[in-house]
């Protein structure tokens, strides 16, 4: 039986912890010849009054979905050398993440930052402190500067 490639699963958003997030999951992944899957969540569009705003609000957030991916790409293979798989779905972070995590049994662990400001830790890291447990979590401290990433991971 072939060893298993471990996948570091880091959900994306525009937050600075999700660059902490990026930034681990790349050099543990680097360090442990591991593999790194990047998920986008595409937020469905609410406007219903007019189909053609709709959907041009559903394209739009599709393309901000595939930038966000794309240029998390790009630091992924500049940090480490490898390069990411991309998955965009529609709905809620949260709903996104469990569904791929049931789809996708080569995910190992997920990456999330813990966020840094009063708001708390973020939506990701309280979910899976209050119960959802279906893989190992690494938490990274929305804090941490590159080289303390980097000596982490």
């Given at each position: 039986m072939a060893a298993r490639i471990r996948k570091f699963l880091v959900v994306l958003d525009k937050t600075p912890e999700c660059r902490?997030?990026?930034r681990f999951a790349?050099?543990?992944a680097q360090h442990t010849g591991g593999r790194v899957t990047l998920?986008?969540?595409v937020h469905p569009a609410e406007f219903q009054q007019w189909r053609g705003v709709e959907e041009i609000m559903q394209d739009e957030a599709l393309q901000d979905a595939e930038n966000l991916l794309h240029a998390a790409a790009k630091t992924v293979n500049e940090l480490a050398g490898i390069m990411p798989e991309l998955v965009?779905?529609?709905?809620?972070?949260?709903?996104c993440l469990v569904k791929l995590i049931n789809e996708d049994r080569d995910i190992s662990i997920l990456v999330v930052g813990a966020g840094a400001g009063k708001e708390g830790p973020g939506p990701l890291v309280t979910m899976f402190a209050s119960g959802v447990q279906a893989i190992p979590v690494t938490i990274v401290?929305?804090?941490f500067d590159d080289a303390a990433i980097d000596a982490m991971a």
């Open positions: 902490v997030a990026l790349a050099r543990r998920l986008c969540a965009s779905m529609e709905g809620s972070a949260a709903e401290p929305g804090t």
